[in-house]
């Protein structure tokens, strides 16, 4: 027997080899990989295995030259905001950064836009893992949706000041009418409600208020948005309006526009800085705009779970309701009670979500959904969180006072902000739940056992016909049998579950950990599985030029908060010091403190202009 099943193990291996050669890909460090598409791209564990503890692995996918690479994830769930999958719109991680994903996801797509490569950095921490992602690669010769071409230009309106966020690390178009240069351009359009003339305020800022040049064409008018595109691309559009000033402050205006027309507005950011355009309709207008083309959240449920009495947490889920969303960028929910999780473009209303790891206090919550694409297009639902449910003499975890992130760091990057765990005095309890089944239940045993140690801390069986059990396991110190364990439900005659029987690990009691084996599983079936320690969560609040940056984790995880440094010096470095604190949730008390020094390097010039010429006059003293 056991021969038997050694066989079909290297059997199975070899097959798996065999689907790897055949374009499909498990996460590790593997370059670039060119050509890359069709196939799967899996976590490390493969379609059938949890990826592990402590991955840092990077890996590049391009499509063939002029084709752009996308990548649909069907599944995606990994541990949420302690494991971290990070994608990057280009070849490298000096490429435009998009966004990290974590948690458990619905199904999202994420698509290469400049040039045809995309990158992945996927980070796990040192406890607890998951059954990891599967997405399918594509590709395809038609650009994507987003508001980087006309095609895909994002609606607005004037009836109100409406904000948008800008455009950077785009590629010029070239000299378009008066436009002798088209850096970062993003494209709105609108339709008019009631004739008249039309006074558009424009005006460009970065995210510290300081005004930036903005330029602008707009054509029309037009019956559609693809009519319009077509004659812009050909070079056939009338232009309506058109300014290359130097000036963050800039109008448009449309003199006779009528009802139903359709306008097309292109706007560029020429110092490629990240900030936000604002449009406002004049004084002197007499038209107005149709804001029932714009995005509009009309509602978000938001449903919090029990308290998770191992961790003191719970979660909240529900679903985002929409009208017109945006065409890129990401929706990004949040709690005002901790924890958040982002969901990229594209957006099908209703919109689900799931935000885990919020601490269990009692009291008034609130989840907020916005879009970064449309900052105005928002909404937040109130909700009440479950009373703590974790002990009030929970055990507080330990931190180092150092942080191991690194000492340099690039201007408007996102860094990475890194204080390991240093002791865990906490404990695990789990319950092992089931029914052996109508028939042959006395042929059905269990047992759990320690990945650390390899022995078994649980056991049960043979059951009888049809009846249920609820074993408590622990409380159990992590210390000594770790917090990875492995189920083993066997059969003695080799016919699995008969009559509705099943086996599940539950965390809290009511909640699994996973699915339940049952059915037809032969000899044996196995799943492996993390158990939370129930020890407080601890906060860090990190001190940077920008304010206080807070992150709380569970579990005694490593703290990994990104952050984003800033040097507007483009000669010199600067050094960054960024203090820090970590209390613990139950106490109160301050359990690490300490400090970072990072020497920033500054954003690189993009223009002529960016560059000075600094000399001295010996003779006045200047």
């Not at 690039?410 to 109508?438: K, L, P, R």
């Not at 970590?582 to 301050?590: E, F, H, N, P, R």
Request: include cysteine; charged fraction near 5%.
């Amino acid at each position: 027997m056991k021969l038997k099943k050694y066989f079909i193990f290297f059997l199975l291996q070899v097959l798996v080899v065999g689907v790897t050669k055949a374009q499909n890909y498990n996460m590790g460090n593997l370059g670039t990989i060119t050509n890359a598409c069709g196939g799967n791209f899996y976590d490390s564990g493969g379609p059938g295995s949890n990826y592990s503890n402590n991955e840092l692995y990077t890996a590049t996918f391009c499509a063939p030259p002029g084709q752009y690479i996308s990548f649909t994830f069907t599944s995606f769930n990994i541990e949420s905001n302690f494991d971290w999958l990070d994608v990057y719109n280009g070849p490298n991680t000096l490429s435009p950064y998009i966004g990290s994903y974590t948690g458990n996801l619905s199904t999202f797509t994420i698509t290469s836009t400049l040039g045809g490569c995309l990158t992945f950095v996927f980070d796990s921490d040192g406890s607890v893992t998951s059954s990891g992602w599967v997405a399918q690669i594509s590709c395809g010769s038609t650009p994507p949706s987003t508001g980087d071409d006309c095609n895909s230009a994002n609606p607005f309106c004037t009836g109100t000041t409406y904000t948008f966020a800008n455009n950077t690390n785009q590629p010029n178009l070239g000299a378009i009418d008066c436009l002798y240069s088209t850096p970062n351009p993003v494209w709105y359009y609108m339709q008019i409600a009631n004739p008249g003339n039309l006074n558009i305020d424009i005006a460009q800022y970065d995210n510290f208020g300081f005004p930036i040049d903005v330029d602008f064409d707009l054509w029309g008018p037009f019956p559609n948005i693809p009519t319009g595109c077509a004659a812009i691309y050909n070079g056939t559009a009338p232009s309506v309006d058109c300014s290359y000033s130097a000036s963050a402050f800039e109008q448009a205006n449309i003199v006779g526009a009528q009802t139903g027309e359709v306008y097309i507005l292109l706007l560029t950011n020429y110092s490629n800085t990240a900030g936000t355009i604002t449009f406002n309709a004049a004084s002197g207008s007499t038209a107005t705009t149709d804001c029932s083309i714009l995005c509009n959240i009309t509602n978000v449920t938001a449903n919090p779970s029990v308290c998770n009495t191992s961790t003191n947490t719970y979660s909240v889920s529900g679903q985002v309701t929409v009208t017109n969303p945006p065409n890129s960028g990401s929706l990004i929910l949040s709690t005002s009670c901790g924890g958040s999780v982002s969901i990229s473009a594209p957006f099908t209303s209703p919109i689900s979500y799931t935000i885990s790891g919020i601490p269990a206090t009692g009291g008034a919550c609130n989840v907020t959904a916005s879009f970064s694409a449309d900052a105005s297009c928002s909404y937040t639902q109130s909700y009440t969180a479950p009373a703590s449910c974790g002990s009030s003499g929970l055990n507080c975890p330990t931190y180092a006072n150092t942080s191991t992130s690194p000492n340099t760091a690039c201007a408007g990057q996102v860094y990475y902000f890194d204080v390991a765990n240093t002791g865990c005095n906490g404990t695990i309890t789990f319950n092992v739940v089931g029914n052996y089944g109508s028939l042959w239940a006395n042929e059905i045993t269990w047992e759990v056992t320690s990945l650390l140690t390899g022995t078994t801390i649980a056991s049960g069986g043979p059951g009888s016909n049809g009846a249920s059990f609820n074993v408590t396991v622990g409380p159990l110190n992590p210390a000594v049998v770790g917090n990875i364990f492995t189920l083993y439900v066997y059969d003695s005659y080799g016919d699995g579950f008969y009559g509705g029987g099943y086996i599940t690990v539950q965390q809290p009691l009511g909640t699994n950990l996973f699915p339940q084996i049952t059915g037809n599983f032969g000899l044996q079936a196995s799943t492996m599985f993390g158990a939370n320690i129930a020890i407080s969560p601890a906060t860090i609040t990190i001190t940077t030029p920008t304010g206080p940056i807070t992150s709380t984790v569970t579990g005694c995880n490593n703290f990994h908060v990104p952050i984003t440094l800033q040097n507007v010096n483009l000669c010199n470095t600067i050094n960054v010091n960024l203090p820090f604190t970590i209390t613990c949730q139950s106490t109160g008390a301050v359990i690490s403190t300490g400090s970072k020094s990072v020497t920033v390097y500054p954003s690189l010039p993009t223009t002529a202009s960016d560059l000075v010429d600094i000399s001295f006059n010996s003779s006045t003293c200047t």
